[in-house]
């Protein structure tokens, strides 16, 4: 893999870039979760503006994609807003951490995008009553990806 697609606005991530965060935000009944995105996204969504705002969901008509776009953005603006609060972490730490987080996805694609769900999951999130995500892995891998952090 050699490059990453931001998830909010598509652009081209290049190989060792981005931000690796996880919406809490639900669309269509289901979680977003994880979300990569770019330099330019992270700013404008991640930051100490965003996250004292609250979040007040906006109507959008059908087929309006630009709005469509925007109101997602916001939703998931606040989803990952949430999840940084829900770690104690001000905007600018959730950054530093979402850029650790890609860091670890692009050496292992596949084992850092668990391991990136299970940080902004777990265990904050059970404090906050909002996520089940670890009772489904294993133990000795949760404990091999919880080792990896330190
Ligand atoms: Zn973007």
């Given amino acids: 893999m050699?490059?990453?697609?931001?998830d909010a606005c598509s652009a081209t991530i290049n190989k060792g870039g981005g931000y690796a965060f996880y919406s809490s935000a639900q669309m269509m009944g289901m979680t977003v979760g994880n979300m990569f995105l770019c330099e330019a996204?992270?700013?404008s969504m991640v930051n100490e503006k965003a996250f004292s705002k609250r979040f007040?969901?906006?109507a959008?008509?059908?087929g309006d994609m630009a709005a469509m776009r925007e109101a997602m953005n916001a939703a998931n603006a606040a989803g990952i807003?949430?999840?940084c609060r829900a770690h104690g972490?001000?905007?600018d730490e959730g950054k530093a951490k979402a850029r650790e987080l890609a860091r670890l996805y692009w050496r292992d694609p596949q084992g850092?995008?668990?391991a990136i769900k299970k940080f902004w999951t777990s265990p904050a999130a059970k404090a906050a009553g909002s996520s089940q995500a670890s009772a489904k892995s294993p133990r000795s891998r949760e404990r091999r990806w919880w080792e990896?952090?330190?």
């Avoid at 050699?2 to 931001?6: E, F, I, Q, R």
């Fill in 60 to 62: 959008v008509s059908p």
């Fill in 148 to 150: 990896f952090w330190k």
């Fill in 41 to 43: 996204c992270t700013s």
């Fill in 81 to 83: 807003a949430e999840r």
């Fill in 112 to 114: 850092g995008g668990e």
């Fill in 2 to 6: 050699t490059s990453a697609v931001c």
């Fill in 56 to 58: 007040a969901p906006t």
């Fill in 89 to 91: 972490l001000s905007a």
